[in-house]
């Protein structure tokens, strides 16, 4: 039996099994806050405000993960891997005609970004920025961090990454209160 708690503004599930618990951010209740007409049918939910989208696909199974874990022995963080067993990716503030945006990668994106832009350890590719053309990595090892797990990895200054001290949830908070505006670059 689940237990719904909320800490800090977000809402969790805890399941109680054998002392030991799982936090699932609840991103619904976070994506509800993208300001648009919401659109869903069985695959996907949409979200459209005058000439700008955002597309979340629902997940089928979270059997996909374990390709992460176990083929690449990627260590993912408890708040992506809640995003991914809601959502198999999504698409956030692209505009209609002109593109750009934001891709969440799928696992199987994930994977693909990872060995198509030859990202080194201890990062992989999570989002994928058509904006500034770079990706939002999670840093293996500062999963865990008080301070945050993802980087910045501009595709054209690959040599110098920026961490954001964010979690992927602060991130897509963060990134609704602006707009879809990429606040991590501004100086």
Not at 63 to 74: C, G, I, P, Q, S
Not at 78 to 107: E, N, W
Not at 129 to 146: L, R, Y
Request: charged letters at 20%; proline letters at 3%.
């Amino acid at each position: 039996m689940a237990t719904i708690i909320n800490y800090n503004g977000s809402s969790f599930l805890y399941y109680g099994i054998m002392e030991e618990y799982v936090m699932t951010t609840d991103f619904k209740a976070i994506i509800s806050s993208i300001p648009g007409e919401y659109v869903i049918n069985e695959s996907k939910l949409i979200i459209r405000n005058e000439s700008i989208q955002s597309i979340f696909h629902l997940a089928e199974s979270s059997e996909a993960l374990n390709v992460l874990t176990e083929k690449y022995k990627f260590v993912i963080p408890d708040d992506f891997h809640s995003f991914l067993s809601q959502y198999r990716k999504a698409v956030l503030f692209q505009h209609s005609h002109f593109g750009g945006g934001y891709d969440i990668l799928s696992v199987e994106g994930v994977v693909d970004y990872w060995k198509s832009y030859s990202i080194d350890a201890p990062y992989y590719p999570i989002i994928w920025s058509s904006h500034s053309i770079g990706s939002i990595c999670v840093n293996q090892e500062q999963v865990g961090s008080e301070n945050g797990y993802l980087t910045w990895i501009d595709s054209m200054d690959p040599e110098n990454p920026i961490d954001l001290n964010l979690s992927f949830t602060d991130w897509l908070v963060k990134l609704i209160e602006c707009d879809g505006k990429e606040f991590w670059l501004e100086s």
